[in-house]
């Protein structure tokens, strides 16, 4: 009797050993999809110019390389040089920060961020003057931080046409992976930093 009571629990203990290594591999699979830490990319990237002039791609020209905005009304509406000091603080700071990437101007590019993000994460390096288009820019939430501070989270996308590798090496040409981009506005001073930044990493893609 007590054999059979012991052999009943084994086989319990078995099956809950599976069912617990089941859940796990579902879980590990989970991640594996979808993280927030870059993994490994293999993209053929450009050689490298960094006398380039875009005028010597007409193709690129061609290509809608405004920022197009959807704002917490779901209005969508564009960012260009001619707009962007009346588009408020979101068109003024996103405008200088594509700016400074398609001009390859990485000092004004890490100046957009916060120190103790930059120590986190890196100074960015040198980088080629890059050929951004289809800039998708979306209002994801707002929150007052204090009296002064307030952090407005974004989503981010856009494109790069022959990526050479120098300012994202984790996506290839003209493709596009989705960021999230928490920017720390200044009400009296009207400065504005990037507080944090997340890239949606999904295999496949």
Not at 49 to 68: A, G, H
Request: with cysteine; glycine share 4%; hydrophobic share 30%.
């Amino acid at each position: 009797m007590n054999t059979k009571k012991y052999i009943i629990r084994a086989f319990i203990a078995i099956g809950a050993v599976l069912i617990l290594l089941v859940l796990c591999s579902v879980i590990l699979w989970i991640i594996s999809e979808t993280t927030s830490s870059a993994p490994e990319f293999d993209y053929y990237f450009y050689e490298p110019n960094y006398e380039l002039d875009v005028s010597d791609f007409p193709e690129y020209l061609q290509k809608n390389r405004n920022i197009k905005y959807t704002d917490e009304t779901l209005q969508q509406i564009e960012i260009n040089s001619e707009n962007y000091e009346n588009r408020g603080e979101t068109g003024r700071f996103f405008y200088k920060y594509f700016k400074a990437i398609e001009e390859g101007d990485h000092e004004t590019f890490n100046s957009l961020h916060e120190k103790k993000l930059l120590r986190k994460r890196g100074k960015k390096k040198e980088f080629t003057k890059q050929m951004i288009y289809d800039i998708e820019l979306s209002f994801m939430s707002e929150t007052k931080i204090d009296d002064e501070t307030e952090a407005v989270q974004y989503s981010l996308k856009y494109c790069i046409y022959r990526n050479d590798g120098t300012f994202r090496d984790d996506m290839g040409s003209d493709m596009s992976r989705k960021q999230y981009i928490t920017v720390y506005y200044n009400l009296k001073t009207d400065d504005a930093k990037i507080h944090n930044i997340q890239t949606e990493y999904t295999v496949n893609k």
